[in-house]
């Protein structure tokens, strides 16, 4: 099922509102905090190794509104150095506004097509009629309104409270982290949507993850792309570097040998959205993504969406992944 996106334009000022509303409320969070925007750097932050092979040689690529943002020499992982403590960044996504929720009505069509190709994806290795899932930061619950149609048994976590109040009206929904769900039932697959590259810890919640998995359980992670084409070329401009939220950015060699380390065999690897008409809309020097002049650029066709998949370029990553 291919991801439609012939009209980027149209797709980035849908989100325009709730991307406001973000930005306001990142605002109102730092100044709350007495945090310099510029830099972040004060009693609610902490300076960290790599999170994968946690190594301390890095070299930094940019800081982006306050977030400073480095690359591994190790492992090629790029990550916020530093982030904000724990306690902190929980805060921030409990008092969150409902902007998932929000960017799911105003692009319904587009996140169903990512679900609907996620699930597609996912049903190659695992069948989801009566099958127990948990989808974790399920927002409003629109991915487990779909996946419910399959005739699974759907549950999710999500912390932001307003969305958690939209999703718990019709599928069992957790207002807390993995490791302190009050729950008995193990899952045949545990979902994760645009979410693990907000976990600062990915091997204590991925061993909290496997403790609520049956015994061959499948993890499906969605995941932005730090070695995708839009971000090596659009670099601190590309969506991918949120200064608060996206403290690790994968790519593949970084996740392989996060996997290889945690256990957990990878089954399949796939590269979905090209960003090639935000790429192209930048290499002819307008805004990338709110420009007036989306168009088909013929001095840019030599990039072209089969070459940015078949390459493992595209901005996001959808993995699989069976937990040993």
């Not at 190709?117 to 927002?139: A, E, P, T």
């Not at 994760?192 to 359980?217: A, C, M, Q, T």
Request: with cysteine; charged share 30%.
């Amino acid at each position: 099922m291919a991801i439609k996106e012939t009209n980027p334009k149209r797709l980035h000022i849908l989100r325009q509102v709730s991307s406001n509303k973000m930005i306001r409320y990142r605002e109102s969070f730092l100044q709350g905090h007495k945090i310099n925007v510029e830099k972040f750097k004060n009693h609610l932050t902490k300076k960290r190794a790599c999170p994968v092979c946690n190594k301390k040689n890095y070299k930094k690529i940019f800081t982006k509104k306050g977030g400073t943002f480095v690359k591994c020499n190790e492992c090629t992982m790029v990550y916020l150095n530093p982030i904000f403590k724990d306690k902190h960044l929980i805060k921030y996504y409990k008092n969150n506004t409902d902007i998932q929720s929000e960017a799911h009505i105003r692009s319904k069509k587009f996140y169903k097509d990512i679900y609907q190709d996620g699930i597609k994806f996912i049903q190659k290795k695992i069948k989801l009629n009566k099958k127990k899932i948990l989808d974790i930061g399920c927002s409003s619950g629109l991915f487990l309104d779909i996946v419910k149609q399959y005739g699974a048994y759907t549950y999710g976590i999500e912390l932001n409270s307003s969305e958690y109040k939209i999703a718990k009206k019709k599928h069992k929904i957790f207002n807390t982290t993995i490791d302190k769900i009050d729950i008995e039932e193990k899952f045949d697959l545990i979902t994760l949507w645009d979410v693990f590259e907000h976990i600062p810890e990915p091997y204590s919640f991925i061993k909290n993850i496997r403790k609520k998995l049956r015994k061959n359980g499948i993890i499906f992670f969605q995941i932005p792309n730090s070695n995708s084409l839009a971000a090596k070329i659009l670099r601190k401009e590309c969506n991918v570097f949120d200064p608060i939220e996206h403290v690790n950015l994968y790519n593949i060699n970084s996740f392989k040998i996060l996997a290889k380390k945690l256990r957990i065999k990878i089954l399949n690897i796939k590269s979905i959205i090209s960003e090639i008409m935000v790429i192209k809309n930048y290499l002819e020097y307008n805004e990338p993504y709110f420009s007036e002049n989306f168009k088909t650029y013929k001095d840019s066709n030599f990039i072209n969406e089969k070459n940015i998949h078949n390459n493992f370029l595209g901005y996001k990553l959808q993995i699989i992944a069976r937990a040993n």
